[in-house]
């Protein structure tokens, strides 16, 4: 099986048949299509039901409660071949409100979905390796430590990147319906409010000795998920968790205890946590060797580039929406960073020729997101509209060109759409830890199209 | 000490006791669970000291100069027969790869062609990644079922395939951190950096300081 180019080119190709194999065969209803949990498997229909508090509740039905049955929205399943791989739901930020998303639409990375059940009375986490005092602990011990809750973004590093798109096309030309790229390309990140113990608090008290610079964390997962994590970010700001929203986090996020790597890539985030050793090195795992690796042209690669650019989307209106009409409306997006808080979000809705800033929603957290807001009226006719985002350092959005550009691709727009395909296979730009800006086409008929992936536009797109 | 009692109460310190009555190791594993050698998180006083058994299990990640490799060995030869039983059905007769599952052989001169092939013959750095991975990970739905000898043999097998190693050559805890793998030196920056995030912009170190290509001979 030969990869092409690299990595990320053979995942596409190898993926693309896998679709073919599995997506087709899901039947539609209604124009819907039926969900499956692995490709292949039919689970049967989504059922948006499922939480929801029955019309004539009994009091048992209120003790966790549920939501109103007029509400439908769900995380959908992995589109394409990317779910076999492990990449599995996909958060809806078409419908997300304010910063924090519920844990039950947060995204879902996982080889296996034989998830773990961890008893959290037989879990323990070990903190050994390079350190005075190696010590064990149980969750209740965990919980007497002193706690933080902060808001953090997660990302999966191949978020927004080609390989989803690629995806959803594939979905959509075997006639799913629902995909859309505000979710299928750009769903694989969330947001919560996480409550743990500072891994710096444990770190002091374990005694880390001379020398160490590096720590690897291990998960009780099937698949034993393990990633090194330079020890400086583990004092700066790494969270040992246990909560999440207000409640103990999710099996599907690694119920009992999770790492937290603020601002950085989602698979440094490692689950069900139970191991901690200090180490002189990079322990060169697979998960940072044969993925998340990003191999150039000539030969090289470069790795450990864990932390996420400064990113943001508009949210609504977007490619899951229809406006009714000409009129008013509040254009409303998120963007975060993996350095720091987010400082300025700028809007334009004419193409990209000029740029307004939207209001940033208080408190801005750092290494979340930030929802921004911008009243728009629109006059019916056709435009598009974009967001970029600077963070407080003042590192700027890029847009697609322009990270072709930082990846080595000097060609420049327009690229006519007959050769898009042909750009985007040979384009150097890395699968991983994708922020371009979204722009989003507003048709007159008030359908909103994606006008990044499946075009280039020519200028005036970002003029300048 | 009380905190150390409390600890011998849990399920999991009553079935070490059992087990431990089993081999006749009583005293001595009692002792250090129970015994010896106990610390505590300083001011909070939680936590409890890892008997030298919960260290040895839990200590399973493998870096790259093999110090958490467990005793045994293993040759290409013994790794076929492995192999051929347990590795197959995804990965292929040769290591070429079952389709949607990853090629283990092959790809060297490949990694500066539009042709990359990846593996962990011509990509990976360390040999030590492929038996660490195979030891927890693999064979996927059977994870951790294969002992020491099996995963030494099971790596000897890929890395001859992969013409890094001869067949006769033996892998243990000496001899597999000894392996040169092929593109050891095609990552950047080497050693990774460890800079705290702060100090970091987001750009790819593709745009920052960058080491000569290597050649295409690889």
Same mark, same amino acid.
């Given at each position: ?6 990595d ?14 599995a997506?087709?065969?899901?039947p ?10 692995? $490709? ?23 003790l ?18 990317? %779910? ?49 005092? $190696? ?33 959803l ?34 770190l ?14 291990? %998960? ?19 969270i ?46 697979? $998960? ?47 963007? &975060? ?28 957290f ?56 042909? &750009? &985007? ?22 359908s ?17 | ?7 011998c ?20 594993m ?39 490799l ?31 599952y ?21 990509y ?26 099996d ?68």
């Amino acid at each position: 099986m030969n990869s092409k180019l690299s990595d990320r080119r053979g995942f596409l190709k190898r993926g693309a048949a896998l679709a073919g194999l599995a997506v087709g065969s899901i039947p539609f209803v209604n124009g819907k299509a039926l969900a499956s949990v692995t $490709p292949g498997l039919i689970k049967g229909e989504v059922d948006t039901k499922l939480g929801v508090t029955p019309d004539e509740p009994t009091i048992q039905d209120l003790l966790y409660g549920g939501r109103s049955s007029y509400e439908k929205t769900v995380a959908i399943d992995s589109i394409g071949r990317l %779910g076999a791989l492990g990449l599995r739901n996909l958060t809806p930020l078409q419908d997300s409100i304010g910063v924090i998303t519920p844990a039950s639409f947060h995204y879902l990375v996982s080889r296996d979905l034989k998830l773990p059940n961890i008893d959290p009375r037989e879990h323990t986490l070990m903190i050994h390796g390079m350190v005075d005092r $190696p010590l064990t602990f149980t969750m209740e011990e965990i919980k007497r430590l002193p706690s933080v809750s902060r808001v953090y973004f997660l990302e999966c590093t191949g978020n927004s990147g080609l390989a989803h798109y690629k995806s959803l096309l594939g979905d959509m030309k075997r006639g799913r319906k629902d995909v859309t790229v505000i979710q299928g390309v750009h769903g694989r990140t969330s947001t919560s409010e996480w409550t743990g113990v500072p891994l710096s608090l444990l770190l002091k008290g374990v005694g880390v000795q001379k020398g160490a610079s590096w720590l690897i964390a291990e %998960g009780s997962d099937i698949g034993r998920h393990a990633k090194s994590i330079p020890l400086t970010k583990a004092m700066d700001d790494v969270i040992v968790a246990y909560g999440q929203n207000g409640e103990a986090i999710r099996r599907e996020q690694g119920y009992p205890l999770r790492l937290l790597v603020p601002g950085f890539q989602g698979v440094c985030n490692v689950k069900f946590v139970r191991s901690i050793k200090l180490v002189d090195k990079p322990y060169y795992l697979r $998960p940072e060797i044969s993925a998340y690796t990003n191999l150039h042209p000539d030969g090289m690669a470069t790795w450990y580039e864990s932390q996420v650019g400064p990113k943001s989307l508009i949210t609504f209106p977007s490619d899951a929406h229809k406006l009714p009409g000409r009129g008013f409306y509040e254009i409303s997006g998120i963007a &975060w960073c993996g350095r720091g808080k987010i400082s300025r979000v700028e809007v334009s809705t004419d193409n990209g020729w000029t740029w307004k800033d939207a209001n940033l929603q208080q408190p801005i957290f750092s290494k979340a997101w930030t929802r921004f807001r911008l009243p728009w009226n629109w006059d019916g006719t056709e435009t598009v509209i974009m967001s970029r985002c600077t963070n407080e350092y003042g590192d700027i959005q890029p847009t697609m060109l322009e990270l072709a550009k930082l990846w080595g691709d000097d060609r420049t727009p327009p690229i006519p759409a007959s050769e898009i395909e042909q &750009w &985007w296979e040979t384009s150097s730009i890395s699968e991983f830890l994708n922020n371009p800006i979204q722009p989003w086409r507003v048709k007159p008929d008030g359908s909103i199209q994606d006008a990044l992936y499946n075009t280039l536009l020519p200028n005036p797109y970002f003029p300048g | 000490m009380g905190a150390s009692k409390t600890h011998c109460t849990t399920r999991y310190c009553r079935i070490r006791i059992s087990l431990a009555k089993a081999n006749f190791l009583l005293p001595v594993m009692a002792l250090l669970a129970c015994g010896t050698a106990m610390a505590q998180l300083p001011i909070y006083n939680v936590g409890r000291t890892p008997t030298e058994a919960e260290l040895r299990t839990w200590d399973n990640v493998v870096g790259p100069d093999g110090k958490e490799l467990p005793p045994g060995s293993g040759t290409a030869k013994e790794g076929a027969t492995l192999y051929a039983a347990k590795c197959v059905a995804c990965h292929g007769k040769d290591g070429e790869g079952v389709f949607p599952y990853r090629a283990l052989v092959g790809g060297r001169g490949t990694l500066n062609t539009p042709a990359a092939n990846l593996t962990v013959g011509s990509y990976t750095p360390y040999a030590t990644t492929i038996w660490d991975f195979i030891n927890r990970a693999m064979p996927q739905y059977a994870e951790r079922t294969l002992s020491p000898d099996d995963v030494y043999a099971l790596t000897a097998w890929i890395l001859a395939k992969n013409g890094i190693i001869k067949e006769t050559d033996v892998m243990d805890k000496n001899t597999l951190v000894q392996v040169q793998m092929p593109n050891r030196h095609g990552f950047y920056p080497d050693p990774p950096q460890a800079a705290p995030d702060k100090n970091r912009s987001w750009l790819p170190y593709w745009n920052q300081a960058k080491p000569a290509a290597k050649s295409a001979a690889k």
